[in-house]
Structure formats: C-alpha cells, structure tokens
C-alpha cells in the first residue's frame, strides 16, 4: 500500500527551526526514514504565512518555506508539478518522494495576480484560499460573524488558479465564501486537512452540506490528526486524549457522507505539538490502518484512503 498526505507543515517547521526533514533523530513529525517506511509516494507541503505577515512580508516569508522545499529536492525528494510528474513518483520502482508546494492562505499574493504566476513558477500547485484570519480572499474561520464572502480578487483568484491547474483548497474557509466558490468552481475542488463538523461541531471543520458539495464536484477530503478537531474540548482539563478511534470516527463519517472515493488523510503533522496518544508522528500510521481495518475497512478502502484517493484527485486537477 502507498501512502500520500495532502497536508502537513513540515518544511515550515524545518525552515524555521533548522531541522533536517531527511534525519531519523530530527523532533519533526515526518522525516524520509519515517516516510520510507510508510511507503509515502506523495507530500502535499504546506507553505503557512502567520497573521502578522501580510502584503510583500508574506511573500517572502512564502519564498523563504519555497526555498527550503528546493534544497531538499535531489536524491531523495522530487517536486511535483504535473500529471506526468505523478505519475513518475507514484511508481513503485520510484526512489524520489513527490513534493508539492501549497500555499495555506493566500496572503503571499498580496491581492496581486502577477504572483500567482511567480509561485506556480516555485511549484505551487495548490492554494488554501484563507487560513483563520482575514486576508485579500475572503475572512477565515477565526473571523467573528457575519463572516465577509469572496472579494471581487477572490472571485478572480479561483479562476485563474483552475485555468493553470491549481487546486483550488477550502480548508479553513467558513460560509458565506465557501458556497461562493462551489458557485463558481468548475473543476475538482478540496478540503486538504479537516475534520467533520457533526461529530466536532467547530466552525473550522467541514459540515455534512460541505463534504457532499466536494464529492459532488468529484473533489477530496482530508481528515487531519490535531487532536482539537477530531475529540470536543480535547484540550479541556479533564478530557481524555485523542486516539487513532478519534481520528477513525471522522474518516468514516466522511466516508459516509461523501463516499469511499472522495477522501484521504491530510495529516497536519508538524503544525501541531499535543498529539493523538498513538498518533504521534508518521511512524505510527500503521495504528490507524489497523484502527480503520477493525471497523470493517476492506484492503482497497485502505488503499484509496491512505494514497490512491488523492493521487487520483491531483491527476482530475494538475496540468
Ligand atoms: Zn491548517
């Protein structure tokens, strides 16, 4: 079985810590002996900008996560940017892990389009339109209500991120902007890292209306494994710690909801500290295969589940 993650901060945290993602010992979550083992073919690499960055500050702040993600392609890891580059990394006799820069908000645009061209240059090949807070896009989750929707340069955004075959990423975005965009999009859209809202009912993960719009619109699901969106109050004294039940719960909801085809993992890994108790780093992603097969998840539903899912979804949205 492969293994592909649509989301995780890891060359954030090696950009700005100094950690070597190729290292065994190194504290991140994910590292090349952990991805080797898991037989990871494919890592979607957020490129985060936090809230106190904006305009030309968070374009660089962008590049800076870009560059890091470049000095580790060569012997171990390759960028993708094309279905035919996929397909290359997908295979088995592949030596090379795919990368795929991704930007998680779209502050590093600065509400400018020409930068779009300059990251889909980098290798950007998917855009988080908002993270919590409010940027040139649209508000973000955290935002009070009411909530303002797409902006005429978001609106503009999402057209021409589909036209080059970028993929268009709802994480992180409330309503009234993520309906606008099902409005508008024309190809598959995602949701890179969520969990379900009817079983966690944070505004931050996707409602059941959400889920069905993506599968819909033959888009992808990720359910992620911070421990605050897949058990309530998981961070309330007293409160249990999250498992690999937690994170299972939401995948199969998600299943239900959307259907098998439509959803994968979109790990989150290195973008949180306080874990799931036996989901601490990617070398423990054999406890939530196990944990899927023991609620009656057949060998091909963990297949599309931990890999094939989302590599189908970028081969529907690459160039
Ligand atoms: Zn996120």
Redesign the pocket.
């Known amino acids: 079985m492969i293994y592909a993650d649509a989301?995780a901060d890891t060359f954030y945290e090696a950009a700005l810590k100094g950690h070597d993602p190729r290292a065994e010992g190194s504290p991140l979550h994910i590292n090349l002996p952990r991805m080797r083992r898991a037989n990871q073919r494919l890592q979607v690499c957020?490129v985060?900008t936090p809230a106190r960055y904006c305009g030309i500050e968070a374009t660089s702040f962008a590049d800076r996560i870009i560059d890091c993600i470049d000095a580790n392609v060569g012997v171990d890891f390759a960028k993708v940017g094309s279905r035919k580059d996929l397909e290359r990394v997908a295979k088995a006799s592949s030596l090379r892990i795919g990368l795929i820069p991704w930007l998680?908000g779209a502050s590093p645009l600065a509400g400018d389009m020409a930068k779009l061209d300059e990251f889909f240059a980098r290798g950007v090949r998917g855009i988080?339109l908002t993270?919590n807070h409010r940027n040139e896009v649209a508000d973000g989750c955290g935002c009070a209500e009411p909530r303002n929707g797409l902006s005429d340069f978001g609106r503009k955004l999402v057209g021409e991120m589909e036209r080059r075959g970028i993929a268009v990423d709802c994480?992180?975005l409330p309503q009234p902007a993520f309906d606008e965009v099902m409005d508008l999009i024309k190809r598959a859209p995602c949701i890179s890292?969520t969990g379900c809202r009817a079983l966690v009912g944070i505004v931050r993960n996707a409602d059941d209306a959400m889920l069905r719009s993506i599968a819909e619109r033959d888009g992808f699901i990720g359910i992620d494994f911070y421990p605050g969106h897949v058990l309530g109050d998981a961070f309330k004294p007293g409160t249990r710690r999250a498992t690999c039940e937690d994170v299972a719960a939401h995948v199969l909801h998600a299943i239900k909801v959307a259907g098998i085809e439509h959803v994968g993992i979109g790990s989150?890994f290195d973008?949180f500290e306080d874990t799931c108790a036996d989901l601490k780093h990617l070398g423990d992603i054999d406890n939530l295969q196990r944990t899927l097969g023991a609620h009656g998840l057949n060998d091909s539903a963990l297949e599309r589940i931990f890999g094939a899912n989302l590599l189908a979804y970028l081969e529907r949205v690459l160039p």
């Open positions: 989301h957020s985060f998680e988080g993270h994480a992180h890292h989150d973008g």
